[in-house]
């Protein structure tokens, strides 16, 4: 695949300048790299989790490269928490226009072994935390003003996948959201997409999923960065997307439909 010199600096540096982005997940990883790379491009960030300690270093982090970063803390499955986190971002800034739903948790089990609490714990943080944040920004900023929510998917939500069932179902679940929120809300102003990322260098996702198969399913030779993810998501929240919403990227390389995975030569 070829690599852009500096991914970080293919769009225009103010795209979103006097906007504000609140990315839930935002203290570590992909999340991370996707309130920097829309910091870097004016935007004024907010980033939410259930730990304080690493929203306090990744803020640190992003104020050291000259970002300005709200934090607070909150379980997503709790409505009354993420409506706090909310009107907490709204005091701070005034505005909010951009929503990310990075949140997520995952680990690798199957049908059969994982327990019911297991799998309600992943419906409840990705699918029903992803309504919640949702909902709260609709209700306390979108609704009247308009704005970007794009929601993290999984590129396997549409397939059948093993050790991963909990998961495709809750991500099923919220590309379900994205389109329904899209139609609903576009006479609004408000456009609704996913990024579904594909298989991402440095992350505790493959992390653990290669672990749990003795590194047997990388997801195959095509491996993508936090960078990759974060400039899909910037696209979709800039004006060069102002038409479309409802749609779930794939950002993976053609990892998804590539159904039979036969290797192929190296040009040359
Ligand atoms: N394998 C199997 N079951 C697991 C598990 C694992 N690795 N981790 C958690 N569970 C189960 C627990 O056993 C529990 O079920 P039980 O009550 O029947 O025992 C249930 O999930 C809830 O566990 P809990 O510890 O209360 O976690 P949580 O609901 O607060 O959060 C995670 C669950 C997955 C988010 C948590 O493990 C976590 O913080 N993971 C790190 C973040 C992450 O997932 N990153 C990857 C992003 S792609």
Not at 7 to 35: C, H, N, P, W
Not at 75 to 93: C, M, N, Q, S, T
Request: glycine letters at 12%; hydrophobic letters at 45%.
């Amino acid at each position: 695949m070829v690599t852009a010199p500096d991914a970080s600096r293919v769009f225009q540096e103010d795209l979103l300048k006097e906007q504000v982005a609140f990315v839930t997940g935002g203290g570590t990883g992909i999340g991370k790299e996707i309130a920097r790379t829309l910091g870097r491009h004016g935007a004024r960030l907010a980033i939410a989790s259930r730990k304080r300690e690493s929203l306090e270093l990744a803020a640190r982090e992003l104020e050291s490269e000259g970002l300005e970063c709200f934090v607070d803390t909150c379980d997503v499955r709790e409505p009354e928490e993420v409506e706090r986190v909310v009107a907490g971002i709204l005091a701070h800034y005034g505005r909010l226009d951009v929503l990310v739903n990075n949140a997520a948790g995952n680990f690798p089990a199957s049908v059969r072994n994982i327990s019911y609490n297991g799998f309600k714990s992943i419906v409840g943080i990705d699918l029903i935390g992803t309504y919640n944040v949702t909902k709260a920004v609709f209700e306390a900023r979108l609704k009247d003003h308009g704005g970007k929510v794009v929601n993290i998917s999984a590129p396997f939500s549409g397939m059948g996948v093993a050790l991963q069932a909990h998961v495709a179902a809750a991500k099923m679940g919220v590309d379900a959201l994205t389109r329904s929120c899209a139609v609903e809300w576009a006479p609004l102003g408000i456009r609704v997409n996913g990024v579904a990322p594909g298989q991402v260098a440095d992350t505790e996702g493959v992390a653990r999923f290669e672990a749990a198969t003795g590194g047997a399913a990388t997801g195959g030779p095509i491996v993508g960065t936090k960078q990759d993810i974060a400039n899909a998501v910037l696209f979709l929240v800039s004006d060069a997307a102002r038409f479309v919403s409802g749609q779930v990227f794939s950002v993976d390389g053609a990892a998804s439909i590539d159904m039979l995975k036969i290797p192929v030569e190296p040009p040359g």
